[in-house]
């Protein structure tokens, strides 16, 4: 990312082309604030689809989980943070939980959730990935644009900075 993301700024430049998740979200990455195109998993407590996602060169991208807002489970965890890392993944936005989010902190990666649980998921194949998903009041396609910061996370139909 070779641009300063800064929420408030691109909804003050761009008012009506930005879409912002209304959700509380924590920072749990090293990276506060990334921006970047976004590839999207559904999935209920199975991160099948986030393994496979992570394992793809991330030029830059975002990943979107959209786990049901399920805590029980997590979605995300070092080892796969760490992978997200290597292959040049932007962030990830979880709604949903994570667990590891100590490693998780000291990562390169911006990681957002809505919290942490210890518990993994079971490894069943299901999920979806690359299809929209709502969240937040919003809804997220492949090939959106999300920016996110410690103010929250907005998208758009295209890049904005």
């Known amino acids: ?9 691109i909804c003050d430049a761009h008012p009506d082309a930005v879409r912002v998740l209304d959700l509380p979200l924590r920072d749990f990455g090293g990276r506060v604030a990334f921006a970047g195109i976004v ?3 559904l999935a209920l407590e199975d991160n099948s689809r986030v393994r496979e996602a992570v394992a793809e060169a991330g030029a830059g991208r975002v990943l979107v989980i959209d786990g049901g807002g399920s805590t029980r489970r997590s979605m995300l965890g070092d080892l796969l943070a760490e992978q997200a890392v290597a292959n040049g993944w ?18 390169d990666l911006g990681v957002k959730a809505l919290g942490t649980v210890p518990l993994k998921t079971e490894k069943r194949g299901q999920g979806v990935r690359d299809v929209p998903v709502s969240f937040g009041g919003v809804t997220i396609r492949p090939g ?4 996110a910061d410690a103010d929250g996370v907005l998208v758009a139909d295209r890049p904005l900075i």
């Open 1 to 9: 990312m070779s641009a300063v993301v800064v929420t408030c700024d």
């Open 39 to 41: 590839s999207t998993v």
């Open 90 to 107: 932007a962030g990830v936005v979880v709604h949903g939980a994570i667990r590891d989010s100590v490693a998780i902190g000291r990562l």
């Open 144 to 147: 959106d644009w999300l920016a």
